[in-house]
């Protein structure tokens, strides 16, 4: 079956870099692109942005430009997202998702990321 | 605040029929960009519910249907069910920004 496996929960310290990844199986990796969904606790759903697995482009939401990079590795069928420069307000439950602006159809199972000293 | 305005809260008793809203704007809804609509359970991942111009994924009822007019559109529920109480959440592209806008999320709850 179609399905986004998510690497496990992270502890981090305030100005540390996470690294979350997201493995697809059970369709054509590169024929879908991946967006990335994180939900802080007890908040709603934030767009951090998207990327093609087929040509590597990406689109990141502005409030994240400079510490979120969005990779792929179609030889394993995986995404990442790395984000830099932690904060207390990045503690979160990330996502990764197949689809984008037309729709997001598959979820990852989330993975929670907490930022504290 | 969200780009996508939704109402935080709404209830119906069983059988009913609730609707939510999602108010948006010229450059995201307005600009003819779909609105879609996922549902989350408590503590699990959101599940889409309606995508494009009221497509239903596998497995979901008949019961979930969606409107659009103007800058804003709609999720429709009918026959509410006490497995329907979850949040739901509206998401369409904005050309102003260049990116995916969610709504804020609207808590379901079935008295």
């Known amino acids: 079956q179609v399905q986004l496996v998510q690497s496990g929960a992270e502890v981090k310290k305030p100005g540390a870099s996470v690294k979350v990844s997201c493995k697809a199986s059970?369709?054509?990796?590169?024929?879908?692109?991946v967006t990335w969904v994180r939900q802080a606790p007890g908040q709603g759903l934030e767009w951090m942005g998207w990327?093609?697995?087929?040509?590597?482009?990406?689109n990141y939401a502005q409030k994240l430009q400079g510490r979120v990079t969005m990779t792929t590795d179609t030889s394993t069928s995986t995404a990442y997202m790395e984000l830099r420069s932690l904060r207390s307000d990045d503690t979160a439950v990330y996502h990764c998702?197949?689809?984008?602006?037309?729709?997001?159809?598959?979820w990852g199972q989330g993975t929670t990321v907490t930022v504290s000293s | 605040q969200s780009v996508l305005t939704q109402p935080p809260s709404v209830s119906g008793a069983p059988g009913q029929r609730v609707t939510i809203s999602c108010t948006g704007s010229?450059?995201?809804?307005?600009?003819?960009?779909?609105a879609h609509w996922y549902q989350q359970l408590p503590g699990i991942a959101p599940k889409l519910l309606i995508y494009?111009?009221?497509n239903r994924p596998s497995g979901v009822p008949d019961r979930f249907s969606c409107a659009k007019s103007g800058t804003s559109a709609s999720l429709a529920i009918t026959g509410l069910q006490a497995e329907d109480e979850a949040d739901y959440y509206c998401?369409?592209?904005?050309?102003?920004?260049?990116?995916?806008?969610f709504g804020g999320g609207t808590k379901l709850t079935v008295l």
């Open positions: 998401q369409s592209y904005d050309s102003s920004l260049s990116a995916v806008v």
């Open positions: 059970g369709y054509t990796f590169a024929t879908y692109g």
């Open positions: 998702v197949r689809g984008g602006m037309n729709g997001m159809d598959v």
């Open positions: 010229s450059s995201n809804i307005g600009a003819g960009y779909d």
């Open positions: 494009g111009n009221g």
């Open positions: 990327i093609s697995p087929y040509n590597g482009k990406t």
